[in-house]
């Protein structure tokens, strides 16, 4: 299963290039809450959501680009969620650092998750407690590194007050910033030890990154030390929560 989800993530990463490379139109336009969505982003929810129906007729979809009602949802104890093109900001900005996000939800688990970045060429893939990283074909498994001072991974789109407050209250510390679910991909390899977040993320936004991170030895809980739950909720909105590895 988690090949196959895999080689799908990779058709849509081809889908989205199509346009990221100028073969077709990007064709931007805004949803209700203002936020971008482009050719790129509907052509990669059809070719995952066309894929899972295959794969797993079964298991209902959840995508960003066409997310059931609450009616539909509310009983799923089993679901894909799946963010087509994580990171439109940064799709628009071409600098590379946007996603497909793919994730297996199971009682409110992402219990596999798979990040790949199409300009970047990287795969990040976990299930049953293991997580891994592809690059130009040479994979290896993952886990999280201590480091002091700790790198802490920052949006590049999505700074903020909170975030400024709580930098400067972390002590010795260094920082960076990237764009989409790469942030979790960064703690789960050991480059960076925590990423914090206050600003909103929805469900999408977070999942397959969790599921990498988490199996990779990392925690992602609220600020409350709550993991995120991913059961059906009327709101797809997630609270802040930080990922970090002690």
Request: aromatic share 8%; hydrophobic share 40%; proline share 6%.
């Amino acid at each position: 299963m988690l090949d196959a989800i895999c080689r799908l993530a990779r058709e849509a990463g081809d889908a989205i290039m199509q346009v990221y490379d100028g073969h077709k139109p990007m064709d931007v336009t805004s949803k209700v809450d203002d936020s971008p969505v482009t050719a790129a982003d509907i052509a990669a929810h059809q070719v995952i959501v066309r894929g899972l129906q295959a794969l797993t007729p079964d298991i209902p979809v959840l995508s960003e680009e066409d997310p059931p009602g609450w009616e539909t949802r509310q009983t799923w104890q089993r679901y894909w969620l799946v963010d087509p093109l994580d990171g439109t900001k940064e799709f628009i900005k071409r600098n590379g650092e946007f996603t497909v996000n793919i994730a297996l939800i199971d009682q409110g688990k992402p219990v596999m998750g798979v990040v790949y970045a199409p300009v970047l060429k990287v795969m990040y893939y976990a299930a049953d407690g293991k997580a891994w990283k592809d690059e130009a074909g040479n994979h290896h498994q993952i886990q999280v590194r201590d480091a002091r001072p700790p790198l802490v991974v920052v949006s590049r789109s999505h700074a903020d007050d909170e975030l400024k407050e709580y930098l400067h209250q972390l002590g010795e510390h260094q920082t960076t910033a990237i764009g989409s679910s790469l942030k979790f991909c960064l703690v789960a390899e050991g480059k960076a030890q925590l990423y914090p977040r206050f600003g909103p993320t929805n469900v999408w936004d977070t999942a397959a990154g969790h599921a990498v991170a988490v199996a990779a030895g990392a925690h992602v809980n609220d600020w409350q030390g709550r993991s995120l739950d991913y059961t059906p909720r009327e709101s797809f909105l997630n609270p802040g929560f930080r990922v970090f590895i002690y």
